[in-house]
């Protein structure tokens, strides 16, 4: 995948016609392969109507001239949609992100020619590294107890939570990551459908709460119900968000299994927890370790083996520009109490003391981010930072 996407930041003057004339492509039905491929050379509407733009597009996609041409009329024909569209999302509190836009995640270049035109956003993309989190729709007790355990203790390392929103593995993941550091863990779910589209059917609380701590992302148009052949296309953003993909259970055919491929054609690390060999679900986790995939035993485990870069991004993580909360167990409570453990081993007297708060609040927090596993208790009430 050597070609890139046209660089984040760099919208020409008419950048509202190239944003407008990317949605307008976007929402056209089709190859959405070739209408990714497009969107890196289309620059302005006017290249919807150039009989020269569709030639040069098919000699260098080597595609037929006469899909090109229908998939410009098409686009063509939506120029209008597209200004209701972002005019929609912009009432219903989603960002419309587009290729020429500086907010666009840049691993997704790493997609080539696949990269997504339009990213629908609800919440916030965040610039912290994320770990993609995959697995079945139908997991055991054990399964959901494995994804829920890394998930967590991933997300209380400072890692933002990939999966897919599905039932099962996916939303377990989720949840389990929103938990993490005293309830502001992060994580990001991308969906098979419009953002607007509330499934699984069911899952708005869950949503909403994903919103909050982190967002719902989607190259879906709104409205757009979920099919069957969504799913693929959405996994290649899942494994390119992520540094590396934890495949909890997997079938041997399943969408699991097709994002770590994913994955490991972009360069990215796989991890597969093992499973029963007399497990159907474990099938292709089995596969990928056999393959060689690497062995995921335990969380702790995988955080010691992370890459330095990555050790560095979370060890100084970007400043967040809103204003601190203050609540009691509230994010900046606790990152306060974190940088002063820094420091050494504290009594909880010692740190509300230094911190100038109260010692039943700051005992509350210590025990949250111990069963976080961020902190831990030694005799003598002393805590320390869990080293890693």
């Not at 989190?133 to 400072?158: N, P, Q, T």
């Not at 990215?268 to 007399?278: C, E």
Request: overall charge neutral; aromatic content about 4%; charged content about 25%.
């Amino acid at each position: 995948m050597a070609d890139k996407p046209v660089p984040n930041g760099s919208t020409p003057k008419d950048g509202d016609d190239v944003r407008r004339t990317l949605v307008a492509l976007n929402l056209v039905h089709g190859d959405r392969g070739l209408i990714c491929a497009l969107a890196q050379r289309l620059g302005t509407a006017g290249e919807l109507r150039g009989e020269r733009f569709a030639e040069e597009a098919a000699s260098s996609l080597e595609a037929p001239l006469d899909r090109i041409r229908t998939i410009l009329h098409a686009a063509r024909g939506r120029l209008d949609d597209a200004r209701a569209e972002m005019a929609r999302a912009s009432e219903d509190g989603v960002d419309i992100v587009t290729l020429v836009d500086r907010d666009y995640p840049p691993a997704l270049a790493d997609l080539g020619l696949q990269a997504p035109p339009v990213l629908y956003v609800r919440g916030s993309l965040t610039p912290l590294p994320g770990i993609s989190i995959v697995g079945s729709r139908k997991a055991d007790a054990y399964g959901l107890e494995v994804a829920a355990w890394f998930a967590r203790r991933l997300a209380a390392a400072g890692l933002v939570v990939i999966s897919g929103f599905a039932r099962g593995i996916d939303q377990a993941a989720h949840r389990s990551a929103l938990a993490a550091r005293a309830g502001t863990g992060r994580t990001t779910a991308v969906l098979g459908c419009g953002i607007d589209v509330d499934y699984p059917r069911g899952s708005r609380r869950t949503a909403a709460e994903i919103a909050r701590h982190g967002c719902l992302i989607t190259e879906f148009p709104l409205g757009w119900q979920p099919r069957a052949h969504h799913f693929p296309i959405r996994n290649r953003l899942i494994a390119a968000l992520g540094f590396a993909s934890l495949v909890v259970r997997a079938a041997r055919r399943s969408g699991s299994l097709i994002t770590a491929r994913l994955a490991l054609d972009l360069g990215r690390d796989v991890y597969a927890v093992p499973g029963s060999v007399l497990s159907r679900e474990s099938a292709g986790s089995h596969l990928l370790l056999r393959d060689g995939a690497i062995p995921a035993l335990d969380p702790d485990a995988m955080l010691d083996t992370l890459p330095t870069p990555i050790l560095a991004r979370l060890e100084s993580p970007p400043k967040d520009t809103a204003e601190p909360t203050r609540s009691a167990g509230g994010a900046s409570e606790v990152d306060d109490l974190l940088v002063a453990l820094r420091e050494g081993a504290r009594t909880p007297e010692e740190l509300a003391s230094q911190l100038k708060r109260p010692v039943p609040g700051v005992l509350a927090t210590l025990a949250r981010l111990e069963v976080d596993g961020l902190v831990r208790r030694y005799e003598g009430a002393n805590y320390a930072l869990m080293a890693r």
